[in-house]
C-alpha cells in the first residue's frame, strides 16, 4: 500500500521538473500517471504553482484521501463536474499548460474544453522511468515472483508436454505466488522448436519435442510494478551448434549488463549488442530492452538510434535474441537496476 | 487460423468505406489494426485505389504470404527501410493520407516522416465494430470460455477461500479451456464484499466471507477476440435488502438487453439504464457497456451522451452495476451480438 509520503515525494519531485522545464501548469489524465502521483488509477490532475487539484468521481472521494494513504495526501480532491478544469484554469490566472502524449483526436478535444492552444510533454513518464526506493523494493519483490516462476518453468517444460499446457502451469504459479495480474498484456511467452522463431510466438497446442528449445518470456506483478524475464530452455540433448548459440545470446546477455555505466546512451548499448552478433553472422530484429515499472514497456528505450541516457534509479530489461527462421529462437532476457553508476540484476 | 479470402473481404471492406468517406489512401500501423487487415499484428499498410502495400521485418516477409494464409494474400509484401512509404506516396502520386488515431507526439513525427500534412480518422476501428461471419464464430467461441469460467467461479467461490486463490483457479481453468491469453489486460477481477463496492478493486488476501456477494468479472479469448462476462455470486443466506439488489440489476441487464434495436443510438440505450437506477434511488457509474472483438473495450460506446449507432454485427456488453461504498458491488454484464436488428446473448 503506498503512502501520502510516497505520493508526496513523487509529486514534489514533478514540480522541480515542471520548474527546470518551464511548464506552468500540467493536467494528468493518463490512468497510470494518475495512479503514479494519487495511489490510485482514476480521475484527473491539474498541478500548478498555487494548487493540486484531483478530480474524480463521487464513488472514490472518500478514497482518494487521508483516511486511506495516511496524513498528508498532496491534492484537493472534487467531485468532477463539466468543465471543472477550464474553470481551475481561470480562477488561478493559468496561461500555458501542458497535456500528457494523448491520442490526436483526445488533444484536439481537450484543447476544445480548454479553450486554448496545450503543449504536449512527457515529463510524467521520464519521471517515473528513475524509480523512487520504494519502487525499487516494489520492483526488486516483482522481479522475485518471475525468478521462482522461471524455477517453475524448468520443471514442467518437458517432452511431450503441450505448450498451452505448461504456460498454464507457469501462469498459475505467478498467480500463487501474488502476482496482482498475470504477466504482460497478453500473457506469457511460451514457444517450441521453429515456432519460437517469431518472436511473438504464442503457445499452442502442440507438444514439447525432444530435443528441442523452449523461450519462456514471463513476469509478475506487485503493487502495481512489472517483471519481465526471459530463457531460453533446453529439452533432451541439443546438438552443439545449437547449444553454442544458447550459450553465446546467453553470455552476451551478461556482456551488455557488465557495460552499463550510468550516463550511458541507450543507443550506444544497442549498438554493442547488435555489432557482437553481426559478427557472428546473425542479424538483431529488435530492440536490446526497456524500462519497467507501472507498465512492461516504459522509458528508457534501449534500440537503434535511441538517445535516451542511461541514469541511475532506472530499471529496464537487456535481451538479446537470435531468430532462425524455420528452425529456432533463442532469447536470454534479465531486468537490472542502474544503482551507484552500475547495474544489478534483479531477476536473480 | 485466418485465410486469405476473409483478409481479402475485410481489405475490400474498407476500400469501400475509405471511398465512401473520401480518403484517397490510408496508412495503418496500430498493431491492432494491422493484425486484423494482415493477420498477424506487425508492420505497416498502405491502402490506396492502385496497390496495398504492406512494409514489414525481414523476419516475418515469409509468413505475410499465400504460403501462411493461402492463395490471394491480398498486399505486396515489402521489407520495411528508412523513408519507404514516403518514396511509395510519391510513386503512387498520392495527394491525401489519413492515419489512425496515434498519440499526439507520434502524429508529429509521421507527418515529419512524410513530409505533408496528414488527417486522422477511426475508418478502420469502426469497420472492426462491425464483425464479420468469422469474427461472430470466434466471439462465440470466446464467450463459450467465458461461460466455462464462470461454472468454475461458481465452484470456487466459497467462504474461507482467499479472493486471490479462487481467482488463480479460474484463470487456471480459462487457460485450459484454450484461451489464448488471460482475461484482459490486467487479468480478470474478483472481489467480495465491501471491496466490491470499488469498481475496480482487484482481487486480494482476503477470505471470502459468509455471507456476502461476490463480483466476478472475466472473459477469455479465441483466435484473438475476446469475450467479457460479469456476475454477482451469493455466499451463504445474504439478506433480503441485498438479494433484491442483485435481482434488480440481473433485470436490468435483461430489460436493457431486450431493448436493443438496430439504428438505436447508443446514448438512448444508456439513459433508459441510468434513468431505471434512479428510480430505485441509486447512481450509475460507469457506461452501460463497450463494444469487444479483437480488443476488449472497442467501439461502440454505450455511454452517456454516445452518438454511437448500434448497427447489425456490433457485439458489445450491458453492464449494469451499482456500488455502494463501505458495503457491497453489484455487477452482471453479458456480451451481445446484434444481428437482425436484436441482441442475442453470447455469454449463456
Same mark, same amino acid.
Given at each position: 500500500?503506498?503512502?501520502?509520503?510516497?505520493?508526496?515525494?513523487?509529486?514534489?519531485?514533478?514540480? /522541480?521538473?515542471?520548474?527546470?522545464?518551464?511548464?506552468?501548469?500540467?493536467?494528468?489524465?493518463?490512468?497510470?500517471?494518475?495512479?503514479?502521483?494519487?495511489?490510485?488509477?482514476?480521475?484527473?490532475?491539474?498541478?500548478?504553482?498555487?494548487?493540486?487539484?484531483?478530480?474524480?468521481?463521487?464513488?472514490?472521494? %472518500?478514497?482518494?484521501?487521508?483516511?486511506?494513504?495516511?496524513?498528508?495526501?498532496?491534492?484537493?480532491?472534487?467531485?468532477?463536474?463539466?468543465?471543472?478544469?477550464?474553470?481551475?484554469?481561470?480562477?488561478?490566472?493559468?496561461?500555458?499548460?501542458?497535456?500528457?502524449?494523448?491520442?490526436?483526436?483526445?488533444?484536439?478535444?481537450?484543447?476544445?474544453?480548454?479553450?486554448?492552444?496545450?503543449?504536449?510533454?512527457?515529463?510524467?513518464?521520464?519521471?517515473?522511468?528513475?524509480?523512487?526506493?520504494?519502487?525499487?523494493?516494489?520492483?526488486?519483490?516483482?522481479?522475485?515472483?518471475?525468478?521462482?516462476?522461471?524455477?517453475?518453468?524448468?520443471?514442467?517444460?518437458?517432452?511431450?508436454?503441450?505448450?498451452?499446457?505448461?504456460?498454464?502451469?507457469?501462469?498459475?504459479?505467478?498467480?500463487?505466488?501474488?502476482?496482482?495480474?498475470?504477466?504482460?498484456?497478453?500473457?506469457?511467452?511460451?514457444?517450441?522448436?521453429?515456432?519460437?522463431?517469431?518472436?511473438?510466438?504464442?503457445?499452442?497446442?502442440?507438444?514439447?519435442?525432444?530435443?528441442?528449445?523452449?523461450?519462456?518470456?514471463?513476469?509478475?506483478?506487485?503493487?502495481?510494478?512489472?517483471?519481465?524475464?526471459?530463457?531460453?530452455?533446453?529439452?533432451?540433448?541439443?546438438?552443439?551448434?545449437?547449444?553454442?548459440?544458447?550459450?553465446?545470446?546467453?553470455?552476451?546477455?551478461?556482456?551488455?549488463?557488465?557495460?552499463?555505466? %550510468?550516463?550511458?546512451?541507450?543507443?550506444?548499448?544497442?549498438?554493442?549488442?547488435?555489432?557482437?552478433?553481426?559478427?557472428?553472422?546473425?542479424?538483431?530484429?529488435?530492440?536490446?530492452?526497456?524500462?519497467?515499472?507501472?507498465?512492461?514497456?516504459?522509458?528508457?528505450?534501449?534500440?537503434?538510434?535511441?538517445?535516451?541516457?542511461?541514469?541511475?534509479?532506472?530499471?529496464?530489461?537487456?535481451?538479446?535474441?537470435?531468430?532462425?527462421?524455420?528452425?529456432?529462437?533463442?532469447?536470454?532476457?534479465?531486468?537490472? /537496476?542502474?544503482?551507484?553508476?552500475?547495474?544489478?540484476?534483479?531477476?536473480?
Amino acid at each position: 500500500m503506498i503512502s501520502s509520503s510516497e505520493l508526496k515525494k513523487r509529486v514534489e519531485r514533478l514540480h /522541480l521538473s515542471m520548474e527546470c522545464e518551464g511548464i506552468e501548469s500540467l493536467l494528468v489524465s493518463n490512468p497510470k500517471n494518475v495512479g503514479y502521483l494519487t495511489g490510485k488509477e482514476t480521475g484527473r490532475i491539474l498541478l500548478s504553482k498555487d494548487q493540486d487539484t484531483l478530480w474524480t468521481r463521487e464513488l472514490y472521494t %472518500e478514497m482518494h484521501s487521508d483516511l486511506y494513504f495516511g496524513k498528508g495526501y498532496p491534492f484537493e480532491v472534487a467531485v468532477y463536474e463539466k468543465d471543472a478544469v477550464k474553470r481551475k484554469i481561470a480562477d488561478l490566472g493559468i496561461e500555458n499548460i501542458a497535456v500528457e502524449n494523448m491520442p490526436f483526436l483526445k488533444y484536439e478535444n481537450t484543447c476544445k474544453e480548454l479553450g486554448m492552444k496545450v503543449l504536449v510533454s512527457e515529463i510524467v513518464e521520464w519521471q517515473r522511468a528513475v524509480k523512487t526506493v520504494e519502487e525499487m523494493e516494489m520492483l526488486g519483490k516483482s522481479a522475485r515472483i518471475a525468478v521462482n516462476a522461471m524455477e517453475k518453468a524448468y520443471d514442467v517444460v518437458r517432452e511431450g508436454v503441450r505448450e498451452i499446457d505448461a504456460l498454464a502451469e507457469i501462469e498459475y504459479e505467478i498467480r500463487m505466488r501474488g502476482s496482482d495480474s498475470p504477466p504482460f498484456n497478453d500473457g506469457m511467452l511460451l514457444s517450441s522448436g521453429k515456432d519460437s522463431a517469431d518472436i511473438h510466438a504464442r503457445a499452442g497446442r502442440r507438444k514439447i519435442k525432444s530435443p528441442s528449445t523452449v523461450v519462456v518470456d514471463l513476469g509478475g506483478r506487485y503493487s502495481g510494478y512489472y517483471s519481465d524475464m526471459t530463457r531460453t530452455l533446453e529439452v533432451g540433448r541439443i546438438d552443439a551448434k545449437e547449444k553454442d548459440l544458447l550459450l553465446f545470446v546467453d553470455d552476451l546477455r551478461a556482456r551488455a549488463i557488465d557495460m552499463i555505466r %550510468e550516463g550511458m546512451k541507450a543507443g550506444d548499448l544497442h549498438s554493442f549488442v547488435e555489432k557482437e552478433m553481426e559478427k557472428k553472422g546473425y542479424k538483431f530484429f529488435h530492440g536490446s530492452g526497456h524500462g519497467v515499472g507501472l507498465e512492461v514497456h516504459e522509458f528508457p528505450s534501449i534500440a537503434r538510434d535511441s538517445a535516451d541516457v542511461l541514469k541511475d534509479g532506472m530499471v529496464f530489461t537487456i535481451e538479446p535474441g537470435i531468430y532462425i527462421p524455420g528452425k529456432m529462437g533463442v532469447r536470454f532476457e534479465d531486468m537490472v /537496476l542502474l544503482k551507484n553508476g552500475k547495474a544489478r540484476i534483479l531477476t536473480r
